[in-house]
């Protein structure tokens, strides 16, 4: 397991250390919460494993990973519905429930990775589409997911991360 450590000294802009390594990230608007709920802006405080990186295969390789990783499709999405059986899962659009769509034109998801939150078991309302991705150029708050420099995004995962200590 390759872990890293978020150090959040403000509210919503941290730092991912890597061993030696230190990169900005962008944290949710509401800062880091141990009790995350569905559409509350926070970033879960918490050990968030790695579950799985989508990439978008027309904008660059597939990135090194150590975990299982797969090209996103233009009818990917992840639904964020508690109301919903999907809650909390990746869907194929269109969907019936609300959702978010993974293949998005900002290139924020051009690499997004699934973190390990409210995944085993799914708890409605616990919080959903938890994810690491690309950053804004200018690092503003994320809506609860951690994001870095796009390039450092990709040196982390092929530096082998394995799973993400938020603490809270």
């Given at each position: ?45 918490g050990l ?17 990973c150590a ?102």
């Amino acid at each position: 397991m390759v872990r890293a450590i978020i150090e959040a000294p403000d509210a919503h802009r941290g730092v991912l250390r890597l061993e030696t390594l230190r990169v900005p990230a962008a944290l949710g608007a509401a800062g880091i919460r141990v009790d995350k709920q569905e559409g509350d802006g926070a970033t879960p405080a918490g050990l968030l494993r790695l579950r799985r990186v989508f990439y978008r295969a027309d904008r660059g390789a597939a990135p090194a990973c150590a975990v299982p990783r797969e090209a996103l499709a233009p009818d990917d999405g992840w639904c964020d519905d508690p109301m919903h059986p999907d809650y909390n899962r990746q869907v194929s659009l269109p969907h019936p429930a609300r959702h978010e769509r993974l293949w998005r034109e900002d290139g924020l998801y051009d690499i997004v990775v699934v973190l390990g939150w409210n995944d085993e078991p799914v708890v409605r309302d616990r919080g959903s589409a938890i994810f690491l991705h690309g950053a804004h150029r200018d690092f503003r708050p994320t809506e609860g997911c951690i994001a870095l420099a796009p390039d450092a995004l990709r040196r982390v995962l092929a530096d082998g991360l394995t799973e993400i200590e938020v603490p809270g």
